[in-house]
């Protein structure tokens, strides 16, 4: 049985730092990836992971602020976010999957979700 399990969301202040984890149990997929959900509004792509390579992607809003990163040894997904706005604030996911690369920034390309995280960014 596959498991998402997010952790690490919070409030910070403008201008903080939180790191965002996400233990994988039950498979290994060929792409891990964060979304997000501000309150009111559509899930969107934040940043993405692809064994094939290494290579990572990022929303526009977030490139230069956002890192994620990937322990293989313990399958665990890390989003490492600096410089954090209000905008920023949102319900963040986990997502794993297998989709092609054209499709990676789609969340209707990942089968496998966590419950997600709230961050909030607030003075």
């Known amino acids: 049985q596959v498991q998402l399990v997010e952790s690490g969301g919070g409030l910070v202040q403008p201008g903080g730092s939180l790191r965002l984890s996400c233990i994988v149990s039950?498979?290994?997929?060929?792409?891990y990836t964060w979304f997000r959900q501000p309150p009111a509004k559509e899930r969107e792509f934040v940043a993405a992971w692809r064994r094939s390579g290494g290579y990572t992607y990022y929303a526009d809003s977030v490139k230069g602020r956002f890192t994620i990163s990937i322990d293989k040894a313990i399958s665990a997904v890390y989003l490492q976010m600096n410089g954090l706005s209000p905008e920023d604030t949102a319900v963040y996911y986990c997502?794993?999957?297998?989709?092609?690369?054209?499709?990676?920034?789609?969340?209707?390309?990942?089968?496998?979700w966590g419950r997600g995280t709230q961050v909030t960014v607030s003075s």
């Open positions: 997502a794993a999957g297998r989709p092609i690369l054209s499709n990676i920034r789609s969340t209707s390309a990942y089968g496998y």
């Open positions: 039950g498979d290994t997929f060929g792409t």
